[in-house]
């Protein structure tokens, strides 16, 4: 299938057919709406079509009508006029002042690609920066209504063309401004210039150079209101996404590749032999790329994202023959995005061809890295607003986890790196299958002759091989308490005469040799188990929460447990413990090795279910464990201390492994 000449739909076009336009008069006001730097609210109610109905006609007739806007936004945005508006400060609310000076420095090049590249950046910034304003007034109207506002409690919408209809915003800025940004922003049926270019449908040389300077004016006019209502913005916590540096850890210790540079010549010599859909993007990225340099390995994020994506759903229209989901949506249905692309059916109800000719181990890449909510979700945080960007422009950044006066700024623009690392690996890897595709013409019939691709990896973020690394982790901690019993000189005979000790089934050769092979051997069991990710039914799914909130608590137990050991140890050998205390002490002491055996025959029984996960487990059973070991995590907090708590639920726990 040879690329298309352009994503975007008849309607869309059509759109920008309007914004283009110079022979028609334009709606224009009595007076200039553009005034200074920002807009004339009132003014805006002359241009802005009444009635609104949300449809195609309303939005061609408000396209329209702001186009006069548009031009004179164009010719207002001098150099001076914006170093005049940065000293002032109003942009401040949406970005810091060498963010806007690297935005001014993309709108005046004058380029297609730098057009595409300003909307990629400034979105994401206007989308966090409105979130933020959202939340401080509605962060203010619940401490007026309780006294006290817990900041959890205030849910700001995720989607853009929700938040900017909230009604604090109308409120705030008047009903024809929120107009305007449902006209540039809002839905499908708008010019929706911030969905276009973040889920790759916009090619160079498509996007109105004239749609770009109206966003300096937005965002100067918000400016102003805040400085007007002396608005003290609350900063909502950024993301971070240090997952990456498991992923890439994982892909480097299983695959050949060395160096961003090396996958940018990569990817060089595939566009040379191959017709290549967003070739002239790629080729911007791959060459702001084959430097070090933390600008280029943003611009590999920025518009590797929406080019993975662009590119995976042109895989997803050839082999599943559906043409009509390459563009960009009518009012009928949604475009095709990334939860699409991945899903186990198209949205005709057939079956997605896609899996299998991407493989299970890429597919699992792309899900840990885009789709699952324990992965980074590169794609959404970036194109939400939701990372710190200063730290390429001078700040500090958020790409490490942490607060961001506390992070380390290398170790910040290092997670950079490994996400633009990733994001080309995967479009390398996309652009391979593509052009196995065109060199065979019945690949979409016969995947296994397509799929040649030598990428190995196995899911880190999904919800099976995160309940499989808990598992692990209790196994190491089992064996860590059981350390720190031999420690205090606990010989295997004392197992067997612990007063109440009532062992478990099979557990005699557990009590009288050391934990520690047993813990290796399941240990050795979990790393070699290879779950089965893809597409698991709902059913399957709850029941492995459940099962990852019982490894939970049990990882909470031993925590608490190990805790307090190693304190009320240190002040028992002191003897600074009162009598009671030294009692409970040693009762806990007694406790520990039956705790010990108690974990790891959960662990194990863990582990066999997660291998089998099948409808008709004894639900009620496993709550029952859950509720046991979350009275143990609490008994044996340090802080309470109650062992004989812990023993009674202990002894309940064993009875229940027992009898499985």
Known sequence: MEPPRSYLSPYIQELFQIVRRDNEIATIPAAPLVIGPGLDLIGLNEIIPSDYDASQDWFKLAVSRIRGLLVEASSAWTKSLFDTTLKQGVFNWAANQDMMEHLWSILNTRDAVKDLEYLLTLT??????????????????????????????????????????????????????????????????????????????LLP???????????????????????????MIVRRNLCAIGQVVRIQEQVLSLNKYETTQELCRYIREILKTQNIPNEELIHYVVESNI?????????????????????????????????????????????????????????????????????????????????????????????????????????????????????????????????????????????????????????????????????????????????????????????????????????????????????????????????????????????????????????????????????????????????????????????TLRSRQRSTYLRMEEILPRLSVAMFELSSRLLAWTQTIQEGTDVKTLKMILTHLENITSAADIGKNKWEVVELHLSRLEEIIESQ
């Open 124 to 201: 994401p910034l206007l989308e966090r920066a409105l979130g933020d304003i959202l939340f401080t007034i509605k962060l203010k109207i619940a401490g007026k209504n309780n006294n006290t506002c817990d900041k959890t409690s205030v849910m700001i919408p995720s989607l853009m063309r929700d938040l900017i209809v909230s009604a604090e915003l109308e409120e705030l800025m008047g009903l024809p401004f929120i107009r305007l940004l449902q006209i540039l922003l809002g839905s499908p049926l708008s010019l929706n210039v911030r969905n276009l270019v973040w889920h790759g449908f």
């Open 205 to 231: 040389g498509e996007l109105p150079p004239r749609l770009l300077p109206i966003f300096l004016s937005i965002i100067a006019t918000i400016g102003r209101k805040i400085q007007e209502n002396k608005i």
């Open 291 to 575: 430097s070090e340099c933390h600008e280029g390995r943003l611009i590999a994020v920025l518009f590797g994202l929406p080019l993975l994506e662009s590119l995976l759903r042109h895989l997803y229209v050839v082999v599943n023959d559906c043409p009509d989901r390459m563009v960009t949506a009518e009012s009928a249905e949604l475009y095709t995005t990334i939860t699409e692309i991945f899903s186990f059916e198209t949205t005709g109800g057939a079956k997605n061809c896609l899996i299998e000719h991407l493989g299970t181990d890429l597919t699992e890449l792309c899900m840990d890295l885009l789709v699952l909510p324990a992965g980074p979700r590169l794609r959404d945080r970036f194109g939400h607003g939701e990372i710190d960007l200063t730290g390429v422009f001078g700040g500090k950044g958020s790409f490490a986890p942490g607060v961001l006066d506390q992070v380390d700024h290398q170790a910040s623009l290092a997670i950079l790196d490994y996400a633009a690392f990733l994001t080309l690996l995967l479009i390398k890897t996309v652009l391979q299958i593509i052009g196995n595709m065109t060199k065979n013409t019945n690949a979409p019939k016969e995947p296994n002759k397509v799929v040649d691709i030598e990428l190995k990896y196995c899911s880190l973020y999904h919800p099976i091989s995160q309940l499989l690394q808990n598992i692990s982790r209790t196994l190491h901690l089992v064996t860590e308490l059981h350390d720190l019993i031999l420690i205090v000189d606990r010989e295997k005979e004392k197992y067997e005469t612990v007063e109440g000790f009532k062992p478990c089934v099979n557990t005699t050769k557990i009590l009288t040799h050391d934990i520690k092979l047993s813990c290796q051997s399941v240990l050795k069991v979990c790393s070699e188990h290879r779950p089965l990710t893809l597409h698991r039914p709902r059913s399957e799914l709850e029941l492995v929460r459940l099962l990852a909130l019982i490894a939970e608590a049990e990882i909470g137990a031993l925590i608490n447990t190990l805790n307090t050991f190693r304190v009320k140890r240190k002040d028992y050998l002191a003897k």
